[in-house]
């Protein structure tokens, strides 16, 4: 790292700097906060919500009821919601409630056949549920809906999950904030003045404010862990392969769809749990989710930073939670600790895009299924900045950057082909079965809404997973002075899921993972 990388971070240090002081002049203070949760059904996990509605103590009805109200409740505060089925999930939670009522099966056969039951969930409108709009957040597909379910959600129907709500979007999936022409803007519950994240952030916004109490997103550099980051959520981007990726609009190309991941979001750890054995449960693979290790078998190892150009530094709140982790683990369990540098990551946003894109044959026609070819994308990022414009800033900044020969070079394929592989022969000498890496999710909480703009280097962070296919889960931390989340992600090798669910579990009895907002 020479004088090229301190220029840089010298310049994007100021840049940052002075676009952080125009958003606080122009927000002038703290948004506004969803309203306190008065319903207690809602503040159980889905897991705990599924046992007590098996068991007679609960009623599925009471559940979709109560948040059917607390979505009504916090939407004009968050604009988090695509399509909601309240008269449908109703009626589905009523059979559920007869056959619970009928005696026919047994409290553990219930658990067996269905995990779920009876517990409403919600669904990033990216990933297709039947009968609903998939509109991608787009106007070109405004009237489009599913007719079929995306192998995801047919899992969680099957399992009994009960679809309450499709949830808003970046355009597409391309941008870290969740705005589009089509739905408008979503805000984070814990100040309606900032972002609740991208592309997922529809989703992550409606369950950290207790509207929902699990969903699924998907994740193609970082959209399930950064929004959930910003909301005090845990979320999981599995190991690749392991749970089905199809069933999304626009379809990415077939090389490129491997990237992408569908996983859950949710409010307690113990709901990864679940959720991941019904997500997984077609994979082929045994893999054993349990609740409790010996972390005493544990070694852990964590990196403070990446160091690239324009990646923004760790905020001292995050650098501060991301030590105390390590230290739990190290001081309860005995364990061995050890940090890593890896100086190898230096270039990863161009090492990512050019692995990704290289597997794209033409971007504006995946992008927009064939249907915006039409599109003069220079001339429509002009049009965007009077309003004016088909598309919204993501797919437009996407569409022009990957053009731009300093951030896609097809001749440079094959270079930075030999630093992905670089990288997975370095996570593989770190990691093993019993060995996890803890490291930040995104160098800074929520920022303003479009700030995350100038953030869009550091989600370095979360991307270097996708093209390594490895596991990673987001765990919440703590809550800055301004009450905004942060957390950070936990990473293991292939097919260890298991285990960084295991250790969030773990983290959240002694950090005490998502507070309602309001209460912090």
């Known amino acids: 790292m020479g004088f090229w990388y301190w220029f840089l971070h010298i310049c994007s240090s100021i ?159 391309m941008n870290f904030e969740t705005n589009n022409i089509l739905h408008g803007k979503t805000s984070n519950p814990y100040d309606n003045y900032r972002t609740s994240g991208g592309s997922s952030g529809g989703e992550s916004a409606l369950l950290a404010a207790a509207g929902s109490v699990i969903g699924l997103g998907n994740d193609l550099l970082g959209s399930i862990r950064v929004p959930c980051h910003f909301t005090g959520l845990f979320g999981h981007k599995p190991t690749m392969g392991l749970v089905p990726n199809l069933g999304v609009h626009p379809t990415p190309d077939p090389e490129m769809a491997h990237f992408l991941y569908t996983g859950p979001m949710c409010r307690y750890a113990e709901d990864l749990i679940v959720t991941m054995r019904v997500l997984s449960s077609q994979s082929g693979l045994s893999l054993n989710f349990v609740p409790n290790v010996d972390f005493k078998k544990l070694k852990i190892c964590y990196l403070k930073e990446i160091r690239g150009p324009l990646v923004a530094p760790v905020n001292r709140d995050i650098a501060l939670a ?9 001081t309860n369990y005995g364990i061995r600790t050890e940090e890593i540098k890896l100086p190898s990551l230096y270039d990863s946003n161009r090492a990512v895009f ?91 909480p929520a920022p303003y809404h479009s700030e995350i703009l100038y953030y869009f280097p550091s989600t370095c962070y979360t991307s270097i997973f996708n093209v390594l296919g490895l596991p ?41 993972g998502w507070k309602e907002p309001g209460t912090i």
């Open 15 to 173: 840049v940052r700097f002075i676009a952080h002081c125009i958003y606080v002049v122009c927000y002038c203070g703290k948004g506004k906060i969803v309203p306190n949760v008065k319903n207690p059904l809602l503040l159980k996990s889905a897991t705990r919500l599924a046992e007590e509605i098996r068991e007679g103590k609960l009623t599925s009805t009471d559940v979709v009821q109560a948040y059917t109200d607390r979505i009504l409740q916090v939407e004009p505060f968050i604009n988090a919601t695509v399509d909601r089925c309240f008269l449908d999930a109703m009626e589905e939670a009523r059979k559920v409630d007869v056959l619970i009522a009928s005696e026919k099966y047994t409290k553990e056969q219930l658990a067996e056949t269905w995990p779920l039951l009876g517990v409403p969930f919600s669904v990033k409108v990216l990933l297709l549920v039947k009968g609903l709009r998939c509109t991608a957040g787009s106007v070109l597909f405004e009237d489009l809906r599913a007719s079929e379910d995306s192998p995801s959600v047919a899992l969680m129907k099957q399992a009994g999950a009960i679809v309450i709500a499709t949830t808003n979007s970046a355009e597409m999936g």
């Open 322 to 330: 991301l030590q105390s982790a390590v230290s739990y683990f190290k």
């Open 354 to 444: 050019s692995e990704m894109l290289s597997h794209v044959k033409d971007l504006k026609a995946s992008l927009t299924a064939g249907k915006g070819m039409h599109i003069n994308e220079k001339l429509d990022y002009f049009k965007y900045i009077f309003g004016r414009s088909t598309l919204s800033k993501g797919p437009l900044l996407v569409l022009n950057a990957h053009k731009l020969s300093v951030m896609y070079n097809k001749d440079k394929v094959p270079f930075y082909k030999e630093i992905v592989d670089s990288w997975e022969k370095e996570f593989n000498q770190i990691l093993d079965e019993h060995t996890v890496l803890l490291m930040p999710t995104l160098p800074v």
């Open 472 to 512: 990673s889960t987001q765990c919440p931390l703590g809550y800055n002075s301004g009450g905004l989340p942060y957390g950070i992600q936990i990473v293991g090798r292939k097919n260890n899921d298991a285990l960084t669910i295991a250790c969030a579990v773990e983290l959240e009895q002694i950090f005490g």
